[in-house]
């Protein structure tokens, strides 16, 4: 019975040796590999990463072209990446809801482009480098006819023309 109970234990301590040195293989071949960078995310400069990490759109109110808040931090952050990439240009893209003429809102698509080019002027940015276009309401991002909606076609959209990968 001794005998028994001393195999069962060496067979216990066996399989846990086993498995402790399992896990340090795994940890050699993690650590090993942690020395290779691993591409997370869009590739820097892409085209992708400014569109997903950076952002290429701000959003206006209601018949407004003044940036708020949250664009001025979305195109401080164009800025910065447009600096650290000179040879990327860019077309700013205004856009409006669906409502009033398609003459009023050509113009007013056109200040929305000016007012983001105005501001990553105003940043650093090479006025040279960047265009603006107006589409009024000629492409909408969503077509239903409610607030939520309107509030996502009335943007500027910077798009790259030049460079990474454009």
Known sequence: MKIAKLGMTLGLVLVAALAISGCATTKKTASSTASTPMMTGPAPGSVEEFMKVVGDRVFFDFDRYDIKDEGRATLQRQAAWL???????????????????????????????????????SLGVEAGRITTISYGKEKPVCVESNESCWAQNRRAVSVITKGAGA
């Open 83 to 121: 600096k650290k990439y000179p040879s990327v240009s860019v077309q700013i893209e205004g856009h409006c809801d669906e409502r009033g003429t398609r003459e009023y809102n050509l113009a007013l698509g056109s200040r929305r482009a000016t007012a983001a080019k105005d501001y990553l002027i």
